[in-house]
């Protein structure tokens, strides 16, 4: 395995290094492009109307979007767990209920079970009576 650099990434780094246009080092962000500008990038035209940042500012620009975007991610996942253990209650609720039929089902299968031997105890009676 060779030790070069991907070409690919080599040519990344001098990118981010200098302006390809002006082989200048980069002193400012375009927050439009997205891309850093030399200082003659920034006087020319096409940056003229567009968010313009120097490079330390982007950086600490790009950490509060981070830490927004940190916060964001958290908040939303608090919701979710919110919203989870919401659902978890539902589900309780809907398993207490299920757990309250059936009771009231065993209830009413003892009745008749009572019943039942009830009417076969008073037919015997009723049986013993005759014989
Ligand atoms: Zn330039
Ligand atoms: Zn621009």
Known sequence: MSKKLNPQLQHNIREDAYCETHLEPPQLFCDNDQVTLCGKCFQSQEHKNHVVYGIQEAAENYREEEQNFKTMIESEYSMQFRLL?????????RLHRYQCDSNIRGVSLNHLNRFATELEEKSQEMLQVRY
């Open 85 to 93: 253990s919401e659902e978890n209650d539902l589900n309780f609720l």
